[in-house]
């Protein structure tokens, strides 16, 4: 009960406060204050403190405030200075729309004691809107037959300002018919009028397009436009007019029924139904309404029955056009008949040659006549032939024309050409005749045989079989009949000292070639010849190409051994001493093989030994060593048969026995004989072995030393030329083996052999370079060159 007597006291305080607040502002005039719209923010209003007498800073002690029914108002009190500032932008059309001065109403609070101000403030207008007419273009039907004077109201525009920024009057764009006036309604909204000064023509002017703007009164002014369609509508007050007054035609005799002679159009400047026109033949004779017919709607006119010009040259047809009142137009059509150009030239020959000889200017081809049973321009001809072919026409007579050749004809090029001779008349249409004649060019020998290929290089295998086919030569002409035929031959060598008719023939009439004999690799490598083409004309024509035979070697020689050799009396004996390493040099056996390539290479290989295991042979260069050391049990005399081979396909060997003796010491020539024994009779035996291999190694020296004399000798003898020096007991190849990589000799050197025997370690000296041996170029003095020893 405390507690609500305490609430009720407190409402009855607050009553009594707000009626005296209403007492003391019923009769305090409000202050008015006024600003401009779209003023930035925070922009300054009043001063407080100065308006309400109040002290400095006074604002600020008794809380003062300001408010607005509904805070539309954003005003903002500085408590500090008193100066009341606009938060933001204000928009007076916003604020208060249409209505006129804008006034707002606001009230400033004091606390402490209470206190109440009412104030307002004035939003006054600025023009910042444009006049806008709410479409984007108006449309009017105006009739044509409007008299000057009428009005024609139009929609106004609106603008959002008010005042006298508001609309203050309407104009027009220029233009010769039409003036706007500016009317006013009852609510002072001014709208346009648009005014008839000039009657309309539709036919003149169907629409018209102007421009109405609406102006403000604003400073400065502004405006908004909008367009206006006008458009005339149509009454019937105009004729029918041809496009022209006179139609001339000409139309051919051999025209068919129905043929269109010719269209007449006449156009009404109305439109609608007053447009609509129908055609019809106005006042014409019998004879041209059998003639003719008209389509009403289109104005075709075309054939009812078949011209003849020989009866009637020309017609005159009168026509009407007629709208769908009573105006009509008149037209005169004239119709000329023309003869037909119905007979085709006529060519006749006279003369014609086939074939003529290439490489002839200005032969003559053929000569022939031109006529047409037509007259006048129908029977005036014309001549020609195709532009492209190197033929021309000359007019000789009249209608006669002459067909010779424009430049010398190439057979070889074109040996035929087929040539169109067109006639044609002048007539309407033009006919034409053609006639088509072929010409044969013949052949004249201009061309000379002419090879595939400038060279030929032909592979042949060594140990060919006579008459072999090595391959062909071919050559061509372009020529034709006998100027073409190609005969082949065989040219004199350059080198005289090449027999090239025993080695080659070619067959005369294909340019096979073929091997009369074997040919042998190491006596012939390579040799090169001339082919010769020669062709059947008169005067004959002829060629020549290069052709190159190199020589394909095969395994056909077997090594050959130079030491130590076979065909001596005394055989080669081998002495080493008991005391040898393992690894001791015991010989070489040096061999050559005439062959070339991998089918000179050569390799060594043991093949029969007397005690197996005790000696050894190098394969790659021939070197016979011990394979262990010597003892007193091993027997004193040993016999090795050495193969060597090469590495062609199939295989070549040659085999070499050497003898070997085992000896306590080189300077005893003989060993002691016991008187009886068998070991004694052993030793003797091996005493008798000892001096024969003495005897054997002497007579090698010195046969060797003897050989060596002889071939400085010889070469001595034949300095100022090239010869070939033999070397007695054997026959040695035109090239020895070279020493490659692997141990066996190459081709790039001869070699000159010297052995020697009876030193102290039963070695010898061999293989010196007589001189470098560079392949032969396939002709026959090279090869003799490389088969000679040279000195070193």
Not at 161 to 182: A, C, K, M, P, Q
Not at 410 to 427: A, K, Q, W
Not at 582 to 605: E, H, I, M, P, R
Not at 636 to 656: Q, Y
Request: proline residues 6%; contains cysteine; aromatic residues 6%.
């Amino acid at each position: 009960m405390e507690a609500s007597r305490k609430l009720i006291c407190r409402q009855r305080q607050v009553i009594l406060i707000f009626l005296l607040l209403g007492s003391s502002l019923v009769g305090a005039e409000p202050r008015r204050y006024s600003v401009v719209e779209e003023t930035e923010g925070s922009s300054f209003v009043t001063n407080l403190e100065t308006d309400l007498g109040l002290g400095q800073r006074e604002l600020s002690r008794r809380g003062a405030r300001v408010t607005s029914k509904g805070n539309k108002l954003r005003l903002q009190l500085d408590l500090e200075t008193g100066d009341l500032l606009l938060n933001e932008k204000l928009d007076r059309e916003e604020l208060c729309g249409d209505t006129e001065p804008c006034v707002r109403h606001f009230q400033v609070l004091l606390e402490n004691p209470l206190e109440f101000f009412q104030a307002e403030l004035q939003v006054v207008d600025i023009n910042d809107h444009s006049p806008v007419f709410m479409d984007r273009e108006i449309l009017l039907k105006i009739s044509e037959s409007s008299p000057p004077g009428t009005t024609f109201p139009l929609k106004n525009a609106q603008d959002l300002d008010v005042g006298r920024n508001n609309i203050e009057n309407y104009v027009v764009s220029s233009n010769s018919h039409f003036r706007v006036l500016t009317r006013k309604r009852s609510d002072n909204r001014k709208y346009p009028e648009l005014v008839l000064d000039k009657a309309l023509d539709r036919e003149e002017e169907p629409v018209l397009r102007l421009t109405l703007t609406a102006q403000d009164g604003g400073s400065p002014p502004r405006s908004g436009t909008v367009q206006v369609r006008i458009e005339v509508a149509d009454t019937n007050d105009n004729a029918p007019e041809f496009e022209q007054p006179l139609y001339k035609v000409q139309v051919r005799e051999d025209s068919p029924i129905g043929f269109l002679i010719v269209r007449v159009s006449a156009t009404d400047i109305d439109i609608g139904a007053n447009a609509q026109i129908s055609y019809s033949l106005f006042q014409v004779s019998e004879e041209i309404s059998k003639t003719f017919q008209v389509n009403p709607t289109t104005g075709e006119i075309r054939l009812k029955k078949q011209l003849d010009f020989e009866t009637i040259q020309s017609y005159e047809v009168n026509m009407e056009a007629r709208d769908a009142g009573s105006f009509s137009g008149k037209c005169t059509v004239l119709v000329q008949v023309m003869d037909v150009n119905d007979n085709a030239p006529e060519i006749s020959i006279s003369a014609f040659t086939s074939p003529i000889p290439e490489n002839s200017p200005e032969t003559v081809v053929a000569v022939f006549s031109v006529s047409d049973l037509d007259s006048e321009e129908n029977g005036r001809l014309g001549c020609s032939v195709q532009d492209d072919l190197p033929f021309l026409l000359k007019s000789s007579l009249k209608n006669f024309y002459t067909l010779v050749t424009d430049r010398p004809l190439d057979r070889e090029s074109r040996s035929e050409y087929n040539v169109t001779i067109t006639v044609t008349d002048l007539g309407t249409p033009r006919l034409k005749t053609q006639l088509n004649v072929t010409i044969l060019i013949s052949d004249v020998n201009d061309n000379m045989p002419t090879f595939s290929q400038t060279s030929y290089t032909l592979l042949v295998r060594e140990n060919n079989s006579p008459a072999l086919h090595m391959g062909s030569v071919s050559a061509t002409d372009r020529d034709s009949g006998s100027n073409a035929q190609v005969t082949y031959s065989l040219l004199p060598p350059q080198d005289p000292h090449l027999p090239l008719a025993s080695l080659v023939s070619i067959n005369a009439d294909n340019g096979h070639l073929f091997a009369l004999r074997s040919l042998d690799y190491e006596a012939l490598r390579a040799f090169e010849f001339r082919v010769g083409a020669t062709d059947a004309g008169s005067p004959a024509l002829s060629s020549e190409a290069l052709v190159r035979v190199e020589v394909v070697d095969e395994n056909d020689n077997t090594p050959f051994i130079l030491y130590p050799m076979q065909n001596s009396s005394v055989p080669s004996t081998e002495l080493v001493p008991r005391a040898a390493e393992a690894g001791y040099l015991v010989t070489k056996v040096v061999a050559v093989d005439s062959d070339s390539g991998q089918n000179a290479w050569l390799s060594y290989q043991l093949l029969k030994a007397t005690e197996p295991g005790l000696f050894s042979v190098w394969a790659h260069n021939g070197e016979v060593r011990t394979a262990r050391l010597l003892s007193e049990r091993d027997a004193a005399k040993h016999r090795l048969i050495v193969l060597v081979k090469d590495n062609g396909e199939p295989p070549m060997s040659a085999s070499v026995t050497l003898h070997v003796l085992l000896v306590d010491g080189f300077s005893q020539p003989y060993l002691p004989l016991p008187d009886v024994d068998p070991d004694e009779a052993q030793a003797d035996s091996l005493t008798i072995y000892l001096v024969i291999a003495l005897a054997s190694v002497s007579s090698l020296f010195l046969f060797s030393v003897l050989l060596f004399v002889g071939v400085r000798l010889c070469r001595r003898n034949r300095a100022a030329s090239v010869g070939r020096c033999s070397v007695p007991e054997g026959h040695f190849p035109g090239h020895f083996v070279d020493v490659s990589g692997t141990g066996t000799l190459s081709h790039s050197y001869q070699y000159e052999v010297c052995l020697t025997g009876g030193s102290g370690t039963s070695e010898f000296k061999f293989l010196k370079p007589i001189m470098p041996d560079f392949p032969p170029q396939g002709t026959t003095s090279e090869i003799k060159e490389s088969h000679t020893f040279r000195n070193s």
